[in-house]
């Protein structure tokens, strides 16, 4: 009895190319986001809020339906847009990152020191006993920049793999054909 069924799928552009590029560019506008926010006075407390995860689907979106667009006869499977939304959603993840440990380094010096006392104030209302607490704050106190720039690069890494799973079924034009074997003989 089979309980996994084959399906079979063609790739009909280079998503390779085009996730690394609008990769890029994803990246880059959830850094622009962030700078805006700190433009206009509302300075970053965690290295991922709401902000940045709707830019992200909201850009997968965009450049997943771009990229539909862009191939001949608009043919696209499932497969080749999980895989083009999941390399956008990592390169993005990457450039978010390095961008994470410039912005603290050297335009909001005192971002490390919010997210430790975000995510502090959040331990303190959480559930758990009082030992648990400290000791997690006492592991959050030893966070620097740099981890703080990974963690918001890690969950921006995992954000990209909802929205890609989101934009391959909205934008999927063809469905996947069962991968039919020949009879024993």
């Known amino acids: 009895?089979?309980?996994?069924?084959?399906?079979?799928?063609?790739?009909?552009?280079?998503?390779?190319k085009a996730y690394l590029r609008d990769g890029l560019l994803v990246g880059a506008a959830i850094a622009a986001v962030v700078l805006f926010c700190k433009l206009i006075y509302y300075p970053v407390y965690a290295p991922e809020t709401y902000v940045t995860d709707i830019t992200l689907l909201v850009a997968t979106l965009f450049f997943a339906w771009r990229y539909?667009?862009?191939l001949p006869e608009k043919k696209v499977f499932f497969k080749e847009?999980?895989?083009?939304?999941?390399?956008?959603?990592?390169?993005a993840a990457v450039v978010y990152g390095l961008f994470l440990l410039l912005y603290g380094a050297v335009i909001d010096e005192g971002f490390a020191a919010r997210c430790?006392?975000?995510f502090i104030n959040g331990e303190q209302r959480g559930s758990g006993t009082d030992e648990e607490k400290a000791a997690t704050i006492a592991?959050?106190?030893?966070?620097?920049?740099?981890?703080w720039a990974f963690i918001g690069a890690f969950r921006t890494a995992v954000m990209s793999i909802m929205t890609a799973f989101v934009a391959a079924l909205v934008?999927?034009?063809?469905?996947n054909r069962p991968v039919v074997k020949a009879p024993k003989q």
């Open 68 to 70: 539909r667009n862009g």
């Open 81 to 91: 847009l999980m895989l083009y939304g999941l390399g956008l959603g990592i390169v």
């Open 139 to 147: 592991v959050m106190r030893t966070y620097r920049l740099r981890t």
């Open 116 to 118: 430790l006392e975000h």
């Open 1 to 16: 009895m089979k309980f996994i069924r084959r399906y079979q799928s063609d790739i009909y552009g280079g998503y390779r």
């Open 171 to 175: 934008f999927r034009t063809e469905k």
